[in-house]
């Protein structure tokens, strides 16, 4: 006597019709989430082209520092800061060095890319043009803090202490903001 084994039941195929409907779903999802994240606290749209979240800021000398902010790290070990450095005087500058409330080590580091894959480097200073701008994005030049000495969440606030070789030091409070934030903001 033998065992009778069911059959396998086949999948059934979508049509192109309704691929397409679920790809319009998806997409109308997807654009209904990009539109909450930047709504303000209120609940209305906000006017304008808002950020996704309230970015630090700080000036010194002839230097604005704006549009601080920091990632949540998807890694306890490692996070990233990015800004933009603005210089409105006639003489170059650089950010030399930066340091913070939570991480002993900080350094600056540019991402390079290699063919299909990219790898960071540090760099010993960013170069602040006269009249010009010096921007750290994802992807790109980077605030690097290794090894937090606390886990940072949404919400928090971490200091960075930055040296520039003419204007001087300056603090910048940035938000740790969620990652989903922090795409909207880049892509807005």
């Known amino acids: 006597m033998s065992a009778r084994i069911p059959r396998a039941r086949a999948r059934p195929r979508l049509s192109a019709r309704q691929l397409a409907g679920g790809l319009v779903a998806v997409v109308a999802v997807g654009a209904l989430v990009a539109a909450l994240v930047v709504r303000d606290g209120s609940g209305s749209a906000a006017s304008g082209d808002p950020p996704a979240f309230a970015t630090a800021s700080a000036t010194v000398g002839a230097l604005r520092v704006t549009g601080g902010y920091l990632p949540q790290p998807a890694s306890p070990s490692v996070a990233a800061a990015y800004f933009t450095v603005t210089n409105g005087g006639s003489v170059p500058d650089a950010l030399v060095s930066a340091s913070s409330d939570v991480s002993s080590e900080v350094g600056l580091h540019d991402t390079v890319s290699h063919g299909s894959t990219a790898s960071m480097v540090a760099i010993s200073a960013l170069t602040v043009p006269a009249h010009g701008d010096a921007v750290l994005t994802p992807g790109g030049r980077h605030l690097m803090l290794m090894n937090p000495t606390r886990t940072l969440v949404v919400g928090d606030h971490v200091t960075l202490h930055l ?26």
């Open 163 to 188: 040296r520039f070789r003419n204007a001087g030091t300056v603090d910048l409070r940035v938000p740790v903001v969620s990652l989903t934030a922090a795409a909207a903001h880049e892509h807005g």
